[in-house]
């Protein structure tokens, strides 16, 4: 018995330095293994490749003026003003920002209508419908720019119905609006999932007291219920807004060259190993994104507010017979729906629809008739579909297992108020704030070639550290998730607990996490999103060719001609890929929601 | 042919491991070939596989293995330049512009010099020897050309065409930062219009509408969701898409001044390699008549070798460009990282 008290007393601090032991050998080391070229050079410190970047204005815009000719910044200011406001320059880094920007607000408004669907309505299909709101998160962007391009090409679905209907034909391939809605169908699941959870936390006698003392309906939301979900709408803002700032692959493939954004540059710099440059430019994009979470942070905290968990808020039923159609919410509800419809599941859908369709429009099987065979051939080099499911699966419950403890453990260490417990919690939640081109390099450069110590040449590889590379992408979503679930829950709760003798993991286990289970099943979610979709790291260190998983197949039928120069391997794969992820989200709200009670 | 990934990078990874491994071991056994390619080279129907069990079994000692690491070529010049080992034997599959970079990056060199003592090395075509030292040797080409629908454009014939209105948001071409082609369509452009006015040209096809996409991909699929009635591809084309039930309309390839731009696949021998005998066999036996009309077939290339007939349904297909150009090791050396630099920046700020 003591010596269990004993474990469980020191369960949490030793989870937390296992975390940041792990942090420290394969993210921290590799990330600054690159980062190190930005301000280092010939054996002393430099600033000259940072400075190239700030007085570029290629790279700045106008804002170079700072850096070149600082003196005349008010003048020019002034000028400006004078002359009506005109455009300005945005530069690389100004432009990224801005599309960020209106991401961040097109996600806002798409997830948060969803959020309040879901937390406050009841309907059949609910709970499944909010399971899958996080599939978008595991589709790798190649095929998600195949299904946008199926759904809002110029003879896409969309045009076809448009036509139908004789509203003429909307152009948006390749330009800033495509990159915005591919953006929100990525982070609006983010917004939905994050304040639906918190919502589903607010204690329903809190706002029947708040009810009984007068205040209005509208009035006891805005004093009771907005102040719990702000925290997690501005989470998810914020995380939307960090995420699509250091967006890539999904500019790569919808945009074009036109629209690149900083880290489409990091990586065509990467790609000619102008390393230097790039570690520069992923420089300053990861000291904007931490200053970003560390201010976001700040605020978190400053958010006091005392829940003690509780009953939630009831669901009203969403279909009231004749009635659904005259009540205002109910048809703005369904309004929401019409384009969730157009945005979600349009592309999804259109996406298994190619995986059916030959080269000259007709229905074929014979992609998965194609994936059958890669199945059953025999070649050395082959890539079949079985091992790639199965190792996606296994890889995917090996990151929750060890995401759920991490996340949660530097959850409990954020909430707790510590001098420089804001900045710990920054630097802890770095993962989320570095580029993913230069982690590859990193990863690449130390733990793929190798790193000499006592004269042998150490390298880490094999689905053990790709598991572990899949949790520390993973861990930050738990945390972000938990946190302002945590933060929010009454200290009397804990307080209680221990001067009743409880350790604090026991105090964790029974009482904590049962009261915030929405937000924890959340995170599993996301833990569990993030592996399956994960490519980077694991390709790179996949220590022989049998470790790959469903998107690095799916990319290499991508590349694969036997069937013509033809994505539908590939889109036939993504369909496996989205069915069997569908299916396990299902499955891990379940658990979830069982272990809730 | 080779369109390489452009999500090699992609994702937010994160890394963390045991240590599971010690010493990175180079490869062993007394006759194993290491091989590195890129991934589509290898697994079943492909030049990669039928390779492997046509030159085991001229050599019934010999085992050839392929590894595709995801960054492609890249990892070995990072690989040469830490001091790390290199973990192969050969690379097939390099094309002009990775060879420059490599010598661009490097003081030492990647591969072993092999002049003379390749047999059938002298067959190769003039046109596609890229390598001055001899060290990389071409094994197939492709021919860059437009790819269009004869019922909606006619084929524009030269670049100065591509800036009639006729033409305006008509073409799509790629990254050259990254794409293969795209690159190859770039560099054809200089070679055309000239290093000092090529950016002038962009800025005029720019300003008519045209489409830079980031690989060939996307770039092929938006073309066949008649995003555009043309696109920059390969004049091998028709080999994928003949057939009773095609509409060969919507693919017809087109030359532009009577050019196509030819992007040979070469192959060479890492200088740190301990197999280099068994390398030059199988360089060889790649070389060889046999082996060259197989990887035209499967890699829908064409042979790097003279006078090589890859099959009647391949000839019948494949177009051969009436003037092939290309820029030589010498013309790309000290210049392509910068024009393609100035290119990326002008149609990233456009």
Not at chain 1, 525 to 553: Q, W
Request: glycine share 8%.
């Amino acid at each position: 018995m003591n010596e269990r008290r004993w474990a469980e007393r020191l369960a949490i601090p030793l989870g937390f330095v296992l975390t940041v032991a792990v942090l420290a050998v394969v993210f921290y080391y590799p990330v600054w293994s690159v980062f190190s070229q930005a301000v280092w050079s010939d054996g002393g410190p430099t600033l000259a490749p940072l400075l190239d970047v700030l007085t570029d204005p290629f790279y700045t815009g106008v804002a170079h003026y700072l850096f070149t000719d600082p003196l005349a910044v008010p003048g020019g200011i002034a000028t400006w003003l004078q002359a009506g406001m005109p455009a300005v320059e945005l530069g690389l880094f100004g432009f990224t920002a801005y599309q960020a920007l209106l991401s961040t607000v097109a996600s806002v408004a798409l997830g948060l209508p969803g959020a309040y669907l879901l937390a406050r309505y009841e309907f059949t299909g609910r709970e499944t419908l909010r399971s899958l709101t996080i599939l978008p998160f595991v589709l790798p962007s190649i095929m998600v720019a195949v299904g946008f391009v199926a759904m809002f090409g110029s003879q896409g679905f969309l045009n076809d119905v448009l036509g139908l209907l004789g509203l003429g034909s909307i152009e948006i391939l390749y330009t800033l609006e495509i990159i915005v809605l591919a953006h929100a169908f990525y982070n609006a699941p983010l917004v939905t999932r994050l304040v639906a959870a918190a919502w589903e936390s607010v204690d329903v006698r809190r706002v029947e007291t708040a009810r009984a003392m007068g205040a209005s309906r509208m009035r006891a939301f805005r004093d009771v219920v907005l102040p719990e979900l702000l925290p997690s709408l501005l989470t998810a803002a914020l995380l939307t807004f960090i995420f699509t700032f250091m967006s890539f692959p999904i500019v790569l493939a919808l945009g074009g060259l036109r629209l690149a954004t900083v880290e489409v540059w990091i990586f065509a710099r990467v790609q000619s190993l102008a390393l230097a440059e790039a570690a520069t430019l992923a420089t300053i994009e990861t000291v904007l994104s931490l200053l970003l979470l560390y201010v976001y942070l700040r605020y978190e905290d400053r958010q006091s507010s005392a829940s003690s968990g509780g009953t939630p808020l009831a669901r009203r039923p969403f279909l009231v017979g004749w009635n659904t159609l005259t009540d205002l919410r109910r048809i703005g509800l369904l309004t929401y729906g019409v384009v969730a419809l157009a945005v979600f599941v349009g592309p999804l859908l259109s996406l298994v629809v190619e995986s059916v369709t030959g080269p000259n429009g007709a229905f074929t099987t014979a992609y998965y008739e194609f994936l059958l065979s890669r199945q059953t051939a025999t070649a050395s080099g082959t890539t079949r579909p079985l091992p790639a499911i199965i190792n996606s699966l296994v890889f995917g419950v090996g990151t929750l297992l060890l995401a759920m403890p991490m996340g949660i453990v530097v959850a409990v260490v954020a909430t707790r108020d510590l001098p420089g417990s804001r900045l710990a919690e920054a630097v802890l939640t770095a993962p989320l704030a570095v580029s993913g081109v230069v982690l590859g390099i990193g990863l690449l450069q130390t733990l793929v070639f190798g790193t000499v110590l006592f004269g042998h040449r150490f390298t880490v590889l094999g689905p053990v550290a790709i598991v572990l590379a899949h949790a520390i992408a993973a861990y930050p979503f738990v945390t972000r998730n938990v946190a302002p679930a945590l933060g929010s829950l009454d200290d009397r709760l804990v307080d209680a607990a221990r001067s009743l003798g409880a350790t604090r993991t026991r105090v964790m286990l029974d009482v904590e996490l049962p009261l915030i289970g929405a937000a924890v099943t959340a995170g599993a979610a996301f833990a569990f999103a993030i592996s399956v979709g994960e490519f980077d790291s694991t390709v790179l260190l996949a220590s022989n060719v049998d470790s790959y998983t469903m998107p690095v197949a799916l990319e290499r039928y991508i590349g694969n001609r036997s069937l013509g120069p033809s994505l539908g391997p590939a889109t036939a794969m993504a369909t496996v890929l989205l069915a069997i992820t569908a299916a396990s989200f299902v499955v891990i709200d379940r658990m979830g929601g069982r272990w809730d009670l | 042919m080779r369109r390489r990934r452009f999500l090699q990078q992609a994702g937010a990874g994160v890394g963390a491991a045991t240590f599971l491994a010690g010493c990175n071991t180079a490869p062993t056994g007394d006759d194993t070939l290491t091989i590195a390619t890129y991934s589509s080279f290898t697994g079943e129907d492909t030049a990669g596989a039928w390779l492997k069990s046509a030159f085991e079994e001229e050599h019934s000692d010999a085992t050839v293995e392929f590894t595709t690491p995801e960054n492609g070529f890249n990892q070995f010049i990072q690989r040469k330049q830490q001091g790390a080992p290199i973990g192969a034997d050969m690379y097939v599959g390099l094309n002009t512009g990775e060879l420059v970079r490599a010598d661009e990056q490097l003081d030492e060199d990647l591969f072993r010099s092999f002049e003379g003592t390749i047999e059938g090395s002298e067959g190769v075509k003039e046109s596609l020897r890229i390598d001055p030292d001899g060290r990389v040797l071409p094994y197939d080409t492709g021919y860059i050309s437009l790819v269009y629908d004869e019922d909606e454009v006619e084929n524009p014939g030269s670049f100065d065409a591509l800036l009639e209105p006729e033409y305006e948001d008509a073409l799509i071409t790629q990254n050259a930062q990254q794409s293969d082609p795209g690159r190859a369509f770039l560099l054809w452009s200089i070679h055309e219009q000239g290093p000092d006015s090529y950016l002038d040209y962009w800025e005029g096809l720019l300003d008519n509408g045209v489409q830079v996409i980031s690989d060939w991909e996307p770039a092929y699929q938006a073309y066949t969701n008649e995003e555009a009635p043309m696109v920059v591809s390969y004049s091998t084309d028709q080999v994928f898409y003949h057939g009773p039930d095609v509409d060969m309309s919507r693919h017809q390839v087109g030359f532009l001044n009577d050019q196509g731009y030819a992007n040979p696949e070469a192959m060479g021998v890492f200088a740190d390699t301990d197999q280099s005998e068994l390398a030059r066999q199988f360089m060889e036996f790649v070389l060889s008549e046999r082996a060259q009309a197989e990887i035209a077939v499967r890699n829908v290339q064409f042979p790097a070798i003279e006078g090589v007939t890859p099959s009647e349904e391949f000839d019948e297909y494949a177009l051969e460009p009436p003037n092939p150009v290309t820029f030589t090791y010498d013309e790309l050396v000290g210049n392509v990282g910068t024009w393609i630099d100035d290119w990326a920046q002008l149609v990233a700020s456009n």
